[in-house]
C-alpha cells in the first residue's frame, strides 16, 4: 500500500487517539519513541493539522494530492515570505477548564520525542514556542517555510514531522516525570527530481514531432506526466507553430513559485536516437552532462544555448503532454521545414521536473498511403458514395438486425453463468474431464437428464483467418511488380477476425436460413520521406526511405448479408460429426486510411486544392465497396465425442451442438466492377469456434 502522505497521532491519557478531516490525518501508532501523555491534561491532548494557501492571505485545509503537490523543492527554495508558507493548526481538545501553566515548544525533524536530548537536537529544530498551553484553547494558526520544515532543499525524499512537546527542564521527554507528546504529524516533503526515462528517440514527422521511450526500472511510480516544450531553433516565433497553447505547466519551478532563479533545472542534454529526413540513425546531442537532473547527479550545469524561455521552462512553450504511464507523445502543429529544439520534461506527483534537453529536430513532409495509392494512378475515390442507393446501408442495418436477434435468442436460452463462452471451455477442455464430471457441478450432483435435441435456430462463429485486400488488383503489374498496397504495408498475409451469425428457418436434410458476418483488418506502415519537390526518397538500393516518426494506417470493416445451408444428415443420422455448409451473399465492406496525425487521410482536388483550408474539403480516404462473396466450409460438432458433455451442453446451456469450423472464402468487392471504388475482396480461408442453438 502507498505510504500514507499525512498521519496525525494525537495521544492523551489511556492512549485516546483523535482523528481530522481533511489534510489532517488520522490517528496512527506512535512511532518509535513516542510516550503516552501524562495525566496532568485530564484526558486532552493537542491536535496538528497542515493547512495550505488559500490564494487570498490565509489558509485552509486541503486534500493529501493538493499537500504533496505543495512540499517540493520550488518552495523549498524559496522565501517563506514569497507566498510559499503552510500553517499548522493547533488546537487543545477535550481538557478540563483549567491546567498548569506549561510552554508548549513546536519542533521540526525526526525523534524529537527522544528521551536523549543529544538525539532530539541532533535531528530536530525548535521553530515556535506557546508560552502558555491554555493559548491553544482557540485553534491558533502558525505559518512556516517549506525550508523550515524540510531542513535542507538537496535532493530526497522523506518524511518530516511537526511535534508539540512539553519538556519544562528541556532534558528529553519523559512522560512519567510529566512530559508530554502532540503529535508526531508527518509531512513528505519531496525534493528530489522524478527518474529519467530511458531509451529515448526523438524523430521529425509530417508538421510535427514524434518521441518514445522506455520508463525506468525504478521509481518509474515517481513520475506523474511528460511535458513537451518546443521553441524554434533560430530563436525566433511563427504563427504556424500554434505557440502558446492551452497547456498548463505540471511542475513548478522557483521561477513560477518566487521569482528566484534556479540553473539546476536548465534542460540537461542527453543521447538521444534520433533520424532526420533522409539520415541514418544517429546519436543525439551526447551523454548527459552531470547535474541534479540528470540521471548520474551531479553539480549543477548552467544554460547555454537554449533558445526563448527553455532555459527555466516558460510554459509559454508548452507544446504536447503524456501521462507518466505512457511511453510516447507526438508533437502536432509545427511548420515543416522549420528546426525546432525540443525539451522533455519528467514531472513526478511534488510538482518536480527533470528537464532533458532532446536537441534540434524538423518536421518535414511525408507521403501516406492514400497520397502514394492517388500518385501512382488509383482510381479509387473517397467517400461513402456506395450506400447513396441505400444498398451498403441497408445491408448494414440488417446485419444489425440479425445480431440483435442473435443475441435475444441467446438470452432466451436456459443457461447457468456462462453461456457460449462456457460452451467453448467445456468442449474444448478435453472430454475426459467432461465425463468425469461437469465441472460448474457441485459435487455428488448428478448431470442432469438429456431433455432430447431441439430444432436449431440460431448458429455463431468467431473465426480468424490472413487477408491481404486486392486493391493493387486495379493496376497493370508487370510479374514482381509491387502495386501501392504492397509496397506500403507488404505482401502478408494478415489476420483479419470476424464473426457469423445465421439464422434458420427451414430444414431440407440440413438447415436453410440467412447469414451475416462483421470483421475487422487493420494494418500499419510507416510512411514514406519524400524530398521539396514531393518526390519519395529512396535508399541506395532503390526502396522507400521510412520516416520513423510518422505512422499510416489501412482499416477496414467487412460486412455479408446472404443464405446459407448446412448439411447436417451425416451427423443427424449417421453420428457422424461433420457438417459440409455452404454461404453466399452480398458484401459491404467499409474501409479509410488515416493519415500520421490520426486524421483520415486526404489528398487535394480540383475543388479543393488546398486541404489545409477548413474552407474545403478534398478526397478523404475512406468509403465503402459492395460485391458478393461465398463461402465453403465444414463444422466438426465437438460435443459428439463426449456424451455427458453434449448432455450438459444442452441442459445446462442451451446450447445444441459446439465445435471448430473451417472455411475457404472469395470476395468480389470492387463496387461491382465500378473503377471509383477500392477492390477490397479476397480468396483466403478462416478457422474458428461455433456454436449451434
Known sequence: MPRPLLRLSSLAAGGVALAAAGASAAADPAPTGARVAPINLGGGSIQLEVQLPDGDGGFQLRNQEEVRRFFNRANCLCPADEGTEFAIKFSLLNAPSALDDEPVDVWFGTQCDSSDVTIRDANCTRVHTFADIEELRTPDLVPFGVG??????????????????????????????????????????????????????????????????????????????FQVLCARADGSTGEDDDLPR???????????????????????????????????????????????????????????????????????????????????????????????????????????PLALDLGELQPSPVKDFWEDYKDQGGGASGGCSATSDGRGGLLAILLVALVVGAGRAVRRRRRRGGGLILGALLVLGGAEAASAQPWWEEAGEPVQADVGPAPIGWSFELKFGPYVPQVDSEFDLAEGEAGPFEQMFGDGPFLMSGITVDRYFLYPAGQLGVTGSAGFFSQTARAYQVDDAGNVLTDEDGNPVRSPGDETRFRMIPMSLGLVYRFTLLDDLYRIPLVPYGRAGLSYYYWWVSAPNGDVAEVPTMECPDVSSEDCEGDKARGGSLGWQASAGLALRLERLDPDAEVALRTELGIEHAGLVVELTYAEVDGFGSGDKLAVGDLTWFGGIAFEF
Not at 177 to 200: K, M, R
Open 246 to 352: 492551452d497547456l498548463d505547466p505540471r511542475y513548478l519551478t522557483t521561477a513560477a513559485a518566487c521569482g528566484v532563479e534556479d540553473p539546476s533545472i536548465c534542460p540537461q542534454p542527453v543521447a538521444v536516437e534520433r533520424v532526420l529526413p533522409g539520415e541514418e540513425p544517429d546519436a543525439g546531442p551526447g551523454e548527459p552532462d552531470a547535474g541534479p537532473g540528470a540521471p548520474d547527479g551531479g553539480a549543477p550545469t548552467m544554460c547555454g544555448d537554449l533558445p526563448g524561455g527553455l532555459e527555466d521552462l516558460d510554459p509559454m512553450h508548452l507544446c504536447a503532454e503524456a501521462t507518466g504511464t505512457e511511453s510516447s507523445v507526438r508533437v502536432e502543429g509545427l511548420e515543416n521545414g522549420v528546426a525546432y529544439r525540443i525539451v522533455l520534461v519528467v514531472v513526478d506527483p511534488s510538482r518536480n
Open 148 to 225: 523550515e520544515l524540510a531542513a535542507s532543499c538537496e535532493a530526497r525524499e522523506s518524511e518530516r514531522r511537526v511535534y508539540a512537546l512539553i519538556d519544562p527542564n528541556d532534558d528529553g521527554i519523559d512522560t512519567a516525570s510529566g512530559d508530554y507528546v502532540g503529535g508526531p504529524l508527518g509531512i513528505l516533503v519531496d525534493t528530489q527530481p522524478p527518474p529519467a526515462p530511458q531509451d529515448i528517440e526523438a524523430s521529425g514527422g509530417e508538421g510535427a514531432v514524434e518521441i518514445s521511450w522506455t520508463l525506468p526500472s525504478s521509481r518509474a511510480g515517481d513520475i506523474e506526466y
